[in-house]
């Protein structure tokens, strides 16, 4: 009976070192793992440190950009405000030569038919100046 309870207690015994064996097995794996992941975290966190620091400098290249464009954009303002000024300007002025064009034509108009009567009397008297000197002119 002593046999067997020795018996019993060796595979017990080695039951245990089996056990205790594939554990620290199954623990040294998991240990392994852990170490990588935990290497793994380092790099991302290294990567996302870097990602950080590139992501601010956009951020601030993107405000100076964002800044210069408005400034840009307030120059350009006042040269279409100037363009806008000139164009009134030109406006005015052909609505002025407009106004002139028309009273000169109008003016024309009137002032045509008084040189074209002016050219009949005066075709009139040069005909009756010839007729009169070729006829009864003056003796001398």
Known sequence: ?????????????????????????????AQKTMEDVASTLEDVQAQMKGLNQETTELIHRTNQLAEDVQSKSKSLNSIFDA????????????????KVTSSVERSGE??????AQ????????IDLWRRWKNTDGPKA
């Open 118 to 125: 002016t050219l009949q009397w005066g075709n009139a008297l």
């Open 1 to 29: 009976m002593i046999n067997i309870l020795y018996l019993s207690v060796a595979v017990i015994a080695v039951a245990f070192a089996v056990l205790v064996y594939f554990l620290s097995q199954t623990l040294s794996s």
């Open 83 to 98: 363009v806008q000024g000139f164009g009134d300007s030109l406006n005015s002025v052909n609505t002025t030569i407009r």
């Open 110 to 115: 009137t002032q045509s038919e008084k040189v």
